[in-house]
């Protein structure tokens, strides 16, 4: 595939586009000549089907994805480190007569830790709802429920209800 340059506007169209998320209003910014707002949407939407905008596009945000957007060990790293009390944040403390100072190494308090905790715990599954049930006697059934109507599915479930 032969790759086509983008001019100095169409590549601020696309950089405007990804921070804005609207055709209209980047192609406004891009384009600052361009006064109607039809103009713009129609010309915002024609440079979005513009194979080379689209791949400039796709590669910008690429860019930014791996630059900007944290992964999935990222995000468990920093809540390990939360729960392990090994992460620090800046916190205003009380010293006393109404006066506060900047604690800069406050360590995650407990209940920043136990929903560290939490998010994990979701994360890999740890916690499932369980019901225990206890049964006395046999349940077998033979019977082809489908071809029963409401009503008699209702007296059904009624009866077992009541324990008859």
């Known amino acids: 595939m032969i790759e086509r340059k983008l001019t100095v506007k169409q590549q601020a169209f696309v950089d405007f586009y990804i921070e804005l998320g609207n055709a209209t209003d980047a192609y406004l910014k891009a384009y600052p000549n361009v006064k109607k707002g039809a103009t713009a949407r129609a010309a915002g939407s024609r440079m979005l089907t513009n ?24 995000i468990l790293e920093t809540l390990t480190a939360i729960l392990r009390g090994e992460a620090t944040a800046a916190t205003l403390k009380g010293i006393g007569m109404g006066e506060q ?18 998010l994990i715990g979701k994360r890999f599954t740890l916690w499932t709802d369980k019901q225990e049930i206890e049964h006395s006697g046999e349940i077998e059934t033979k019977m082809d429920l489908s071809k029963l109507t409401d009503e008699e599915l209702r007296a059904i479930a009624n009866s077992i209800k009541k324990g008859t």
């Open 51 to 74: 194979v080379s905008v689209k791949f400039y596009i796709d590669e910008r945000m690429e860019e930014l994805k791996s630059e900007r957007v944290a992964d999935q060990q990222e």
């Open 101 to 118: 100072v900047i604690d800069k190494k406050m360590p995650p308090t407990m209940g920043e830790r136990i929903k560290a905790a939490e």
